[in-house]
């Protein structure tokens, strides 16, 4: 079933456990937020509302807040772009 580029089970609030990559990115929502690099391997709780989305640690610290993105396949962190991918 196609979804027209949607993310139906993401909905307008909900909650998702991920693991931080080597570069220190998560992916959710069709999109990568930054958590930090010194976490790589860390699992994080991902939570959002219609405005926001909130990464906590294990021990519901908050490691990142960023506004909800509007748009599918996003980078957003310092920099706000796609990091490169040359040493």
């Not at 080597?22 to 929502?29: H, P």
Request: aromatic share 8%; net charge positive; proline share 5%.
């Amino acid at each position: 079933m196609k979804t027209a580029g949607k993310t139906l089970s993401a909905g307008i609030t909900g909650t998702a456990v991920r693991v931080i990559s080597k570069g220190g990115y998560i992916g959710v929502l069709a999109n990568k937020f930054y958590a930090g690099y010194q976490r790589k391997g860390e699992q994080v709780t991902v939570t959002w509302d219609a405005s926001t989305v909130t990464l906590s640690g294990s021990d519901g610290e908050t490691i990142a807040q960023y506004p909800k993105p509007e748009h599918r396949r996003g980078w957003h962190g310092p920099h706000q772009t796609r990091p490169s991918t040359k040493s």
